[in-house]
């Protein structure tokens, strides 16, 4: 079966750079959330989307936005990087958001490390 | 952690002991999640138990849920080298938007 698909895998900045990460979410899901999870954290919720409008946002700085384009994929950007942003990023996707009781599907995750 | 605490951080046991891990979390909830995270890895999805319900299972695996003392526990039987990661668990709150909220996790590590 399809799942959660996240590009690039790994990716190296230099600080005051931009990063974009991708995320394909499995078909047919209507919902993408956005977490970042530092070295030995728990995933903090970013933001979410559904039905390609912004649904909820967490602890995403200014420097970062996102957006859900037509065909359901998500980037996340993150502009002037600094060296805390390094973490690995997941995306996860829903189906049937609207129900609230639907688990999420992660994606490996991009691990973005900042020099 | 956004949410709650996770007890024990981090938990040692043999091959075929059972293990319990236990979740506390702050808001109201429409149900609470569980799932698995090996190291480096994106998380997997192991059981969902809604908040009108107090105890759940699967396979190896049974959840509780206590909504007044707003905890739940995750109890993995028989266990297995395999079992080896990172456990956390995960609420969906009541905000109007979709946002799931995940614990601080339990380390848990099966010896062979």
């Known amino acids: 079966a399809a799942g959660v698909i996240q590009s690039p895998r790994h990716l190296i900045k230099e600080k005051r750079e931009t990063a974009t990460l991708k995320c394909y979410p499995i078909?047919?899901?209507?919902?993408v959330y956005w977490y970042q999870q530092g070295p030995g954290q728990d995933p903090q919720f970013l933001i979410s989307f559904y039905e390609k409008m912004q649904s909820d946002k967490g602890s995403i700085p200014d420097r970062f936005s996102a957006q859900q384009f037509s065909d359901y994929h998500s980037e996340l950007n993150m502009s002037s990087l600094e060296l805390g942003d390094s973490a690995l990023y997941f995306c996860?996707?829903?189906?049937?958001?609207?129900?609230?009781?639907?688990?999420?599907?992660f994606g490996n995750g991009t691990r973005l490390t900042v020099t | 952690s956004q949410q709650g605490e996770e007890d024990p951080q981090a938990l040692s046991i043999q091959e075929g002991e059972n293990a319990t891990m236990n979740c506390s979390y702050k808001?109201?909830?429409?149900?609470l999640q569980w799932y698995r995270q090996n190291s480096g890895r994106g998380l997997v999805h192991l059981i969902l138990i809604r908040s009108n319900e107090r105890e759940k299972h699967s396979g190896r695996l049974r959840v509780t849920l206590d909504t007044s003392k707003k905890s739940s526990s995750l109890l993995i039987t028989a266990s297995r080298a395999a079992d080896t990661a990172s456990y956390f668990c995960a609420t969906d709150a009541h905000t109007g938007g979709f946002k799931t909220i995940f614990g601080a996790g339990t380390r848990l590590f099966v010896k062979a």
């Open positions: 808001t109201s909830i429409n149900n």
């Open positions: 078909p047919r899901h209507d919902t």
């Open positions: 996860a996707s829903s189906l049937d958001g609207a129900k609230a009781n639907s688990p999420l599907h």
